[in-house]
């Protein structure tokens, strides 16, 4: 009898979610480099620069003015979002994922674009390795974590019952206080690379455990 479920999140805590964005720099940089006289490599490099300095928010209106190409800019984020990550699991992800399956339920509920969302979960070849998904691009922005929703959803797919569910994420600002509040164990996942591993909240949104390698879950 199953009598406990592991319930993860996506990025950075099962994979590098930087990797995600530079592949899909490559990919806008492609396409740029086949409408204008640009090398790849450049456009990868500038793409990846102000991205680094400045943050996602404007980078392809910041490197197309910079290069003084005329392009449609939505088309280039439509490109982004919809292309084939080359991107892969972390290895201790892949080693925990593989042991836990045996005797546990595993569940995973990602925040993000939908579509985003899903292609890195079928590069990454998770749909089959999991018993319940949750992308919560697919509920609305409005059900994105900390809502109940999602961690709901997944209980109540797997039949469990909370206590009988560890949440494993790395972003303090809303992975772990709605799992804690409905009575789930929680891990913080701190990496040597993400956008939350330096970051400390008020104990409420903290974890009820750090870990600095998912193998620490098998690992007693």
Known sequence: MIEKV???????????????????????ASEISKQHPVSEEKIYDLLV??????GRGRVFNIVC????IDLDIQKLVYLYRNHKPQIKLY?????????????YKLGLITDGNSQMQWSK????????????????GDLGRDFWKPHELPYKKVVESLNMSYDQCVYIGD????????AS??????VRIIRDVGDHMKLTLSKEYEADRNIYSLLELIDK
Not at 65 to 68: D, E, F, I, T
Not at 123 to 132: G, P, S, T, V
Not at 181 to 186: F, V
């Open 171 to 178: 972003n303090p600002n809303k992975d772990f206080i709605t």
């Open 181 to 186: 509040k409905l009575g789930m164990g929680t």
């Open 6 to 28: 592991y319930i993860f999140d996506l990025d950075d805590t099962l994979f590098e979610e930087h990797s995600y964005v530079r592949s899909g720099f490559f990919a806008v």
């Open 65 to 68: 003015a910079k290069l003084k």
């Open 91 to 103: 290895e201790d992800a892949e080693t925990v994922i593989t042991q836990l399956s045996r005797n």
């Open 121 to 136: 979960i079928k590069a990454l070849n998770l749909e089959e390795r999991f018993d319940c998904i949750v992308v919560t």
């Open 49 to 54: 620069e102000t991205w680094l300095k400045l």
